[in-house]
């Protein structure tokens, strides 16, 4: 895909030509769609013992697959009981046990550009505010040069206290620091000399290299579903990246997004629009996600009905055209 000059809010990345016809099937067989749509599969760092055995394995049939982009989920701790809600599930809790693996996404994004050549590497979504935000400049710099210019991020606000609480960062105000944070590694990946005055962060006076080899910086992809999000998306991101499929979300916030773009007087179609894909419950829905103007969509390996990673992603890549 080839880079736009930016834009007042972040790199313009052009979207895909709109959705191809497929040859007619026969009557009665699989609707099978041949799309320009990006395919993305979440996640390659989740899951336990297998997952960690597996994971070059499986990002090597991707790629050959025509995958363009594997995914990671993140979480540092998985408490044993928590008041957080869960925003995804209606039972308020992550569908994962506190045993469950969670391998780090930088480092697992790291493994896996080590050995494939050409799929892109995505965080989805790292939480950005808890972390520490010069070592993250520095680690994100450093795979984007190792994996030559293979690096989306993925950031969110996050909504679990009791992570926050462990990490040693406030719950309170996370939104603020997130753009705090943002606006101060940028200034870093530049490779200038950073002089930033923040609410959270005060820095001067020296510089970090390397710098990310795409330019200004890989794209980000802000994830979350709120007004504040959105927004976000606009001014400081390059896309968004939309936890849900579902048609009514998905039609509700792109109508919104559209109207905060137009009074930024950002072009629309600069913005890369992700979303999930529940291939087992919409298989039918790539027409649909282009229609709206989505560019990409990631498709939970677990909800194809295949444990196999690599059944998955044969069933995925037939589905879509690939």
Same mark, same amino acid.
């Given at each position: 895909?080839?880079e736009?000059?930016?834009t007042?809010g972040g790199?313009?990345?052009?979207?895909d *030509?709109?959705l191809?016809?497929a040859?007619?099937?026969?009557a009665?067989a699989?609707?099978? =769609?041949?799309?320009p749509m990006?395919?993305?599969?979440?996640p390659i760092n989740?899951g336990g013992?297998r997952?960690a055995e597996?994971m070059?394995?499986?990002?090597q049939?991707?790629?050959?697959?025509g995958?363009?982009?594997v995914?990671?989920?993140?979480?540092?701790?998985?408490?044993i009981? =928590?008041d957080?809600k =869960?925003?995804?599930?209606r039972?308020?809790?992550?569908?994962?046990?506190p045993?469950?693996?969670?391998?780090?996404p930088l480092?697992?994004?790291?493994?896996v550009a080590?050995a494939?050549?050409t799929?892109r590497?995505g965080t989805?979504?790292?939480?950005?505010?808890?972390t520490?935000? +010069?070592?993250f400049a520095?680690q994100?710099?450093?795979?984007?040069? +190792?994996?030559?210019g293979?690096?989306?991020?993925g950031?969110?606000?996050g909504?679990?206290?009791e992570?926050?609480?462990?990490m040693?960062?406030?719950?309170e105000?996370?939104?603020a620091?997130?753009?705090?944070y943002?606006?101060a590694?940028k200034?870093?990946?530049t490779?200038?000399?950073?002089?930033h005055?923040g609410?959270f962060?005060?820095?001067?006076?020296?510089?970090?290299?390397p710098?990310?080899?795409?330019?200004?910086?890989?794209p980000?992809l802000m994830?979350?579903?709120t007004?504040k999000?959105l927004?976000?998306v606009?001014?400081?991101?390059?896309?968004?990246y939309a936890p849900?499929d579902?048609?009514?979300l998905?039609n509700?916030?792109l109508?919104?997004?559209r109207?905060?773009?137009d009074a930024?007087?950002r072009?629309?179609?600069s913005?890369?629009i992700t979303t999930s894909w529940?291939i087992?419950?919409?298989?039918?829905?790539?027409? *649909?996600f282009?229609?709206?103007?989505?560019n990409?969509v990631?498709v939970l390996?677990?909800a194809?009905g295949e444990?196999d990673?690599?059944?998955?992603?044969?069933l995925?890549?037939?589905r879509a055209?690939l």
């Open positions: 895909m080839t736009a000059q930016p007042a790199s313009a990345r052009p979207k *030509e709109a191809r016809e040859p007619a099937a026969d009665g699989e609707r099978v =769609y041949e799309t990006k395919i993305g599969i979440v989740v013992p997952t597996r070059i394995e499986v990002a049939h991707a790629e050959a697959a995958i363009e982009s995914w990671t989920f993140e979480h540092v701790i998985v408490p009981d =928590y957080s =869960y925003p995804y599930d039972s308020g809790k992550m569908p994962i046990a045993e469950g693996w969670f391998i780090d480092i697992a994004l790291s493994h080590a494939t050549k799929i590497l989805g979504v790292n939480i950005f505010p808890q520490n935000p +010069l070592l520095k994100t710099a450093s795979i984007d040069v +190792l994996s030559r293979r690096l989306t991020l950031l969110g606000i909504w679990l206290a992570e926050y609480q462990a040693g960062t406030p719950f105000r996370r939104g620091r997130f753009d705090d943002l606006a590694v200034k870093v990946w490779g200038e000399v950073v002089e005055d609410e962060l005060s820095w001067h006076g020296f510089k970090s290299h710098t990310p080899a795409q330019k200004p910086h890989p980000i994830g979350g579903t007004t999000t927004q976000r606009v001014n400081v991101a390059d896309g968004w849900s579902s048609q009514k998905l509700e916030k109508a919104e997004l109207q905060l773009a930024a007087g072009p629309f179609d913005l890369d529940r087992g419950a919409r298989p039918d829905a790539l027409p *649909e282009e229609a709206l103007g989505i990409r990631v390996l677990g194809t444990s990673p690599k059944k998955a992603i044969d995925i890549a037939s055209g």
